[in-house]
């Protein structure tokens, strides 16, 4: 629905627009009038072809009125871009206006040099006139410009581009019109020739104008952007927590501007951080295209760590270890692997040491990437026998785990709680549910905070084990 149907205020910039387009309107039917009569007086080809050429910019002005004021429209069900490629469409029948209007007054030039006489009278009238369109030429060229510039709208634009040349052929016509004067005064035929010349002069410079707005204008159809734009826009994207830009596309649609980019982050990194680095990149953005419609899609990258560590716990299980805590670090140009390796207990140090070497070899042979391993090692241990905790055992364990559920306000519930003993040794296990968004980081200090409780008040605790799991695991 159009917004003024409503009786929602026009925006000023789209009353600016439309007033100047007017303006354009007006000033071309004045001029195609004046031309015209003063053309058919003198018989001046250069002023009939100028009529021509105004007449014609008349249509022009009236289809960029109509394109400027369709373009303001705000984006519907049909056009989910809005309505931005109408200026375009406008410039481009613009361009095929400006080179019928070539077409017809080459052939004018062609007949006058040599197949008819026409007899022309470079009066007081035909330079007037042709001084007043160059006048009518400057003042709305600049208007134009002026507007096109501040809305960036490309009607308004080539509309200008259009009249600022008008001014170089109302010249070229005046020149025309002094050789024929000066042809009566000195008796030299041949330049009453200069007219049609001059004519011909016009239609060069309408053909040069015809093929720039047109070039411009197909590239503006087939969303084509200027050099260096795309590159500009993917450099300002990579603010701090993007690891890549993978996609970047940009494309102009009248005086609207859109991007779309595609952004590779850490596959830790939380939504909440995720929205802002969008925030980010779409703020950099709209630092190089004001006003721009942007959308951000953030994916996340994976440097290989999973493959990493499944590498890793493989060739572990191959050499009788197991391995976890495996971490990946980049230092500089290099790639270092930590991890934590099981073995036997009954192993001595040396024999431990020989073995652990040899499974550290073969990571760096099978992982080029890698370029140093730092292992700590850890024995298995031995099967011992669990027996279950007293009832005083989880009676205490119950009444620490109550005073900090109070404390953290629903930050985790304690669930499945299990309390033991190994060897005379206090054990207990328990499940923690957060909240699924909460960050892996955030969820490990919250159970370093429980463990720390814990072993706190009850100082005979030998082994805390915690799991941390989203609600929809909860068991009760």
Known sequence: MDTQEVGIPIPKGDREKKLVALSSVLAAVFLTLIKLVVGIITGSLGILSEAAHSGLDLVAAGVTWFAVSVSSRPPDREHTYGHGKIENLSALFETFLLLLTCVWIIYEVVQRLFFKEVEIEANSWAFLIMLISIAVDISRSRALYRVARKYKSQALEADALHFSTDIWSSSVVIGGLILVRLSDALGVEWLVKADAVAALAVAGIVIYVSVKLGMRTVSALLDAVPAGLRDEIAYAAQVPGVLKVKRTRVRIAGPEAFADLTLMVSHETTLEQAHE???????????????????????????????????????????????HGVRIYDVADSRLLELHIEVEDTLSVDEAHAKVSSFENEILNTLTSIHQVISHIEPIGELEERQSGSPDDESMVLEVLQGLKERMDQECHFHQVEVHRVAGELFMTLHCTVDPKTAIVDAHTLTEIVENELRSSIPQLSRVVIHVEPPEVDTA
């Open 277 to 323: 680095i969008a925030d980010q990149a779409e703020a950099a953005v709209c630092e190089i295209l004001p006003g721009a419609d942007v959308v951000v899609h953030i994916e996340p990258l994976i440097r290989g760590g999973n493959g990493i560590v499944n590498t890793v716990r493989g060739l572990a299980a191959k050499h009788g270890m197991s391995a």
